[in-house]
């Protein structure tokens, strides 16, 4: 523990080798959690409220999301690479009906890959400067798009955040949403430098 400025800093070490780090100030605390899981790191921040500030994640390197990650409401929290980044998150099989990012509250992204695991193959079409065959990842379900944004929420993509290959396909015909961000009422905001590349909805 770290008492500098009239704050108390606690740092603790969870998970040797895992990707996350964590740090948020609440009540005059700043604490810090370094190599978190996923699912360590969601536990967190379900807990958070509009009471916590400068919330910030860190992905320290690629890795894997069976899941979808929840921004809470009232959480304004940003998401970024450490030290040798950028890094990637990418959708694993087991999350094939969700999205990957949930954002009910405010959330601000850079210098950070979120890929939805497709992977393109084959012959190219000349239009998409790809093949159309995926050999990867399939999504199904209608909130299945990279992030998914309802109403109040508020996205904002800088520079070094991607968006890609993710690829959607209904049983009973194609979604009409997507497949990079699901907007039902938030606010998205795209600055320079962020992309959102490789999308595809199919039926």
Known sequence: MILANGTLTVNSLLYANS???LTYTVSGTT???FGMTQ???????NAMNANYTDVGITL?????SDSTILIPAGVTCSLTSGTGGPYTITRSSSNLTSSMLRVN???TISN??????????GESDTRLGRSRTNTGITCTGRLSQVIY???GSNVTLNDGAVLQNNYISGSSGPYDHGA???NEGGSITMNDGSSIRNMTLGS
Do not use: K
Not at 60 to 64: G, H, K, R, S
Not at 112 to 121: F, K, N, Q, R
């Open 19 to 21: 990707p996350y780090n």
């Open 31 to 33: 604490t810090s959690y």
């Open 39 to 45: 699912s360590e790191l969601q536990t967190r921040l």
């Open 60 to 64: 320290n390197q690629n890795t894997t």
């Open 105 to 107: 509250g405010t959330l």
């Open 112 to 121: 950070l890959t979120l890929d939805g695991g497709a992977i393109y193959s």
């Open 149 to 151: 944004a309802p109403s």
């Open 180 to 182: 990079g961000i699901l």
